[in-house]
């Protein structure tokens, strides 16, 4: 089963660009990386999916390397807004999604 | 209207006391699963159906139980409510190609 592994937390700046990096060992050939953002008591919300190299959105950018065992979830210039949990999520071999604790995003002033 | 819809969003019982969390969807897609989230946790996958005739346990299925009545409705049934049980309860739905998932607004559950 595929199995994704990121920082259990992260601290930031409001203006500053945030990084988090997801690894992603077993992801099979077919499958798409798709990363979720979550507010306390909210259900998680889509963010941005991409199956290789880089795809951006208005929202964030995502970069994948060639071997698509890791990518990373680019937030550019973030808020106080931006603070949240962010899941890193790859099919399991029957695609069903499974998510793990996340990253926590803490912004500050 | 919101396209994932949760009843009931609130709901206080009894331990032993049967509950049924309905889960309703106008996406249109066939795919549905229901997810608890403890606090200051991650979302647990608890069942899920790949269409009306297909369903799935996930990671934590023991004391649930589901029922896909139709495309568009998922729900989740929990026989015999323990504290434990005791959570914040998501549906979602997803597309086949990209597996997209669309999350409902959440039934929060305290099981006395």
């Known amino acids: 089963l595929a199995k994704t592994t990121q920082p259990i937390s992260m601290d930031s700046y409001e203006g500053q660009e945030v990084n988090i990096t997801c690894s992603h060992n077993?992801?099979?050939?077919?499958?798409?990386i798709t990363w979720y953002q979550q507010f306390p008591s909210q259900g998680p919300r889509f963010i941005i999916q991409?199956?290789?190299t880089k795809v951006t959105n208005e929202v964030a950018s995502l970069f994948i390397p060639a071997d698509r065992k890791s990518s990373t979830l680019s937030l550019p210039r973030v808020s106080l807004s931006d603070t949240a949990v962010y899941y890193c999520?790859?099919?399991?071999?029957?695609?069903?999604?499974?998510f793990g604790s996340g990253t926590r995003l803490q912004v500050q002033p | 209207d919101a396209d994932v819809t949760q009843t009931p969003r609130n709901r206080i019982t009894k331990t032993g006391k049967r509950i049924m969390l309905e889960c309703s969807q106008t996406?249109?897609?066939?795919?549905m699963y229901w997810y608890r989230q403890d606090p200051g946790l991650g979302l647990r996958l608890i069942y899920y159906?790949?269409?009306?005739?297909?369903?799935n346990k996930g990671e934590i299925s023991d004391g649930y139980s589901v029922s896909r009545q139709a495309q568009a409705k998922f729900s989740l049934s929990l026989e015999s409510a323990i504290p434990n049980q005791t959570a914040l309860y998501f549906c979602?739905?997803?597309?086949?190609?990209?597996?997209?998932?669309?999350f409902g607004p959440g039934t929060r559950l305290t099981v006395l």
């Open positions: 979602a739905t997803s597309d086949q190609v990209t597996d997209t998932q669309y």
């Open positions: 077993n992801i099979a050939t077919n499958d798409y």
């Open positions: 991409g199956y290789k």
């Open positions: 999520l790859v099919p399991t071999r029957r695609r069903a999604l499974t």
């Open positions: 996406k249109g897609h066939d795919r």
């Open positions: 159906s790949f269409d009306v005739k297909d369903i």
